[in-house]
C-alpha cells in the first residue's frame, strides 16, 4: 500500500487549501479512508474519515471548515480546508483501513508521509 499526499502548503489565515492523497497497492474503493494531523510534540489526532460508500465523520470539531471527500476512479482522497486558522498548522496524513475507525486507521500501518500546512 503507497498512499502519497500533496497539496499542503503555506496560507494566510481565511484562507483554503485542497489536500489530495493518492492511493495504489489498495482496493481503494473497498477501504475506508481518513485524515490526520499531527503538532510536533502533540498526538495524531483524527480530522476526518469517509466510508466507501462516501459516509463521513469529522471527529474533531472543525465548526464545518474541512470537508472530506473521495474519487473512487482515480483512487484518490480529498480534504478541502476553508478559513483556516493558525491552529490548523500541522503535518496532515492520509490513513487507509478496512475497517472504519479512527482506531483501526491508526493501526493500520497504511499512511503517507505526510504534506505540512502552515497558516501564519
Known amino acids: 500500500v503507497q498512499l502519497v499526499e500533496s497539496g499542503g502548503g503555506s496560507v494566510q489565515p481565511g484562507g483554503s487549501l485542497r489536500l489530495s492523497c493518492a492511493a495504489s497497492?489498495?482496493?481503494?474503493?473497498?477501504?475506508?479512508m481518513g485524515w490526520f494531523r499531527q503538532v510536533p510534540g502533540k498526538e495524531r489526532e483524527g480530522v476526518a474519515t469517509?466510508?466507501?460508500?462516501?459516509?463521513?465523520d469529522y471527529p474533531h470539531t472543525l465548526s464545518g471548515r474541512f470537508t472530506i471527500s473521495r474519487e473512487n476512479a482515480k483512487n484518490t482522497l480529498y480534504l478541502q480546508m476553508n478559513s483556516l486558522k493558525p491552529e490548523d498548522t500541522a503535518m496532515y496524513y492520509c490513513?487507509?483501513?478496512?475497517?472504519?475507525?479512527?482506531?483501526?486507521?491508526?493501526?493500520?500501518?497504511?499512511w503517507g508521509q505526510g504534506t505540512q500546512v502552515t497558516v501564519s
Open positions: 469517509i466510508d466507501p460508500d462516501g459516509k463521513t
Open positions: 490513513a487507509a483501513a478496512l475497517t472504519c475507525r479512527l482506531g483501526a486507521l491508526i493501526d493500520s500501518g497504511n
Open positions: 497497492g489498495l482496493d481503494f474503493s473497498n477501504y475506508c
